[in-house]
C-alpha cells in the first residue's frame, strides 16, 4: 500500500506558478508510477503526466507546454510545476501511484491522495 499526499495548491493570479508536491509513504522510484491529474466541476478526470521506470517522464496533449512534472527519489516526491497559469486552469490536482515492474506501469492506478485545489483569478 502507498499513502500519497498533495500539497502546494493556493490561489494565484493569472500567469503565476504553482509547484505542486505529491509525497508518497515509500519508495517510489523503482516501483510505483505516479501521475498528476486533474479535475473541475462537471469534468471528467485528465491525466496531465506521469513518471515510468528508468525516470521517464511522460506528459498527456499539450499540458507539457506549461506543467513540469519531475521526481526526487530520495524524497519519494513527484512534484509538478504549473507556469503561465491561466483561470482555465483552476482545478483540484491529484495524483495517483500504479505499480511497477521491469520500468513498465501497470494498467490501473491503485492508490489516490486526497487532492489540493489550484484557483487561478484573472
Known amino acids: 500500500q502507498v499513502q500519497l499526499m498533495e500539497f502546494g495548491g493556493d490561489s494565484v493570479q493569472a500567469g503565476g506558478s504553482l509547484r505542486l508536491s505529491c509525497v508518497a509513504s515509500?519508495?517510489?522510484?523503482?516501483?510505483?508510477?505516479v501521475a498528476w491529474f486533474r479535475q473541475t466541476p462537471g469534468e471528467e478526470r485528465d491525466e496531465i503526466a506521469h513518471?515510468?521506470?528508468?525516470?521517464?517522464?511522460v506528459y498527456s496533449g499539450s499540458f507539457e507546454n506549461r506543467f513540469t512534472i519531475s521526481i526526487d527519489s530520495d524524497k519519494n516526491t513527484v512534484y509538478l510545476q504549473l507556469d503561465t497559469l491561466k483561470p482555465e486552469d483552476t482545478a483540484i490536482y491529484t495524483c495517483a501511484a500504479r505499480p511497477m515492474s521491469g520500468g513498465v506501469c501497470y494498467d490501473r492506478y491503485k492508490y489516490w491522495g486526497q487532492g489540493t485545489q489550484v484557483t487561478v483569478s484573472s
Open positions: 515509500k519508495y517510489i522510484y523503482t516501483s510505483w508510477c
Open positions: 513518471t515510468e521506470g528508468y525516470g521517464k517522464l
